[in-house]
């Protein structure tokens, strides 16, 4: 459970840094790009002990396949409540595909 609180918790960090400076298009590309590192480093202060801790329990493309999943649901609230966006019938039809295929990678085969 600590890797997904850790992963969520880089994740909203990461979106933020990719995404947020979207609604502040009048701000210079340099300053944003400055922000957008400095918000990339409290990132990466979760998500490496994510992986590192989740390692002894998941195989990397394992972690790799929660993150994805994780990313999705918090761009997907980040998309609508902070881009104000909406979320079309297309993107959820892509994210369960996507969910989908998290079933094909966890499953015992």
């Not at 195989?59 to 997907?76: D, N, P």
Request: proline share 1%; hydrophobic share 60%; charged share 15%.
């Amino acid at each position: 459970m600590r890797t997904i609180i850790l992963l969520t918790v880089s994740n909203i960090f990461m979106t933020f840094a990719w995404y947020g400076h979207l609604k502040f298009k009048e701000v210079a590309l340099w300053k944003v790009i400055g922000i957008s590192w400095l918000i990339a480093l409290a990132e990466y202060c979760f998500q490496v002990p994510a992986n590192r801790i989740g390692h002894a329990q998941f195989s990397a493309a394992q972690l790799k396949t929660i993150q994805e999943v994780i990313t999705l649901v918090v761009f997907s609230a980040f998309s609508v409540f902070y881009l104000k966006e909406e979320l079309k019938w297309n993107y959820l039809l892509g994210f369960i595909l996507i969910i989908l295929a998290v079933f094909i990678i966890f499953k015992k085969w």
